[in-house]
């Protein structure tokens, strides 16, 4: 079994990784030689693409299925909107027929319910922000080019190693903006890891998964633990 994974970022790597593993064949887009240089430590052949590069996109490899991880840098110079939306359209361009399943990583924000109820699958999507109204587009985009089966993974927050949910502000004592009654969803990226995993080998072709830890803590309570392990003040919001 052959899988590319498109944006070898914080949570592709790591999916790489547990393909390789199970013994998989993985291979990993890169936008320069220098982190091209970095996939193969994590078991993925790298490939030089850039999903704004329609030219680069044609030497995508032949692969049995996709997992579909870019974001978004800021450093870029370029919009979340082109990246998300007319990278996307790039790629579905340029699919290999091959091609089985692509498991997209989507995002929580797509909901936007802040009002502390419980949300699933079904749960109507109705972003507040802008990014999560962009996510929702590539969603949809991507269930209407009947190019190949989708299957969609909204993650909540991420984190784990090198990323912790505002971090570096809360040592520097910076108020933190927001509500401190409202809840934060998270998944720690290897339990985020392993259900993309589970989603390219067995998740069912034109299904929503919500992927959290299915802990949602305070807002409040969260920081307060937070000041605690890096011995930073307590929060103020």
């Known amino acids: 079994m052959t899988t590319l994974i498109l944006g070898c970022g914080y949570l592709g790597r790591r ?3 547990l393909l390789h593993r199970r013994g998989d064949r993985v291979l990993g887009t890169a936008r320069s030689p220098a982190r091209a240089a970095e996939l193969p430590a994590w078991g993925i052949e790298p490939v030089l693409a850039d999903v704004l590069d329609p030219a680069s996109l044609d030497r995508l490899p032949e692969a049995d ?3 579909y991880s870019v974001g978004f840098d800021r450093s870029a110079g370029v919009s979340m909107r082109h990246v998300y939306l007319d990278g996307l359209r790039c790629v579905l361009d340029h699919l290999h027929p091959g091609v089985h399943r692509l498991v997209y990583a989507s995002s929580t924000g797509v909901y936007g319910q802040d009002d502390g109820g ?4 079904e749960a109507p999507t109705e972003p507040r922000h802008e990014s999560g109204r962009v996510v929702l587009e590539a969603e949809r985009l991507l269930r209407a080019s009947a190019r190949v089966p989708v299957i ?3 993650f909540a927050g991420l984190y784990g190693p090198g990323r912790i949910v505002r971090r570096a502000a809360v040592a520097a004592g910076e108020p933190i903006p ?4 409202r809840f934060l969803n998270l998944i720690h990226i290897e339990d985020a890891a392993s259900a993309a ?3 390219l080998e067995r ?7 919500n992927i ?4 949602p803590v305070e807002r409040g309570e969260y920081y307060e633990r937070l000041t605690e392990l890096i011995g930073a003040p307590p929060p103020r919001f």
Request: no cysteine.
């Open 118 to 121: 419980w949300v699933d699958e």
């Open 203 to 209: 998740g069912e072709p034109e299904q929503v998964y």
């Open 15 to 17: 999916v790489g990784r």
């Open 212 to 215: 959290s830890d299915d802990r």
């Open 178 to 181: 927001g509500d401190p009654r």
């Open 65 to 67: 299925r996709i997992f």
């Open 197 to 199: 995993v589970a989603a």
């Open 152 to 154: 969609l993974l909204r």
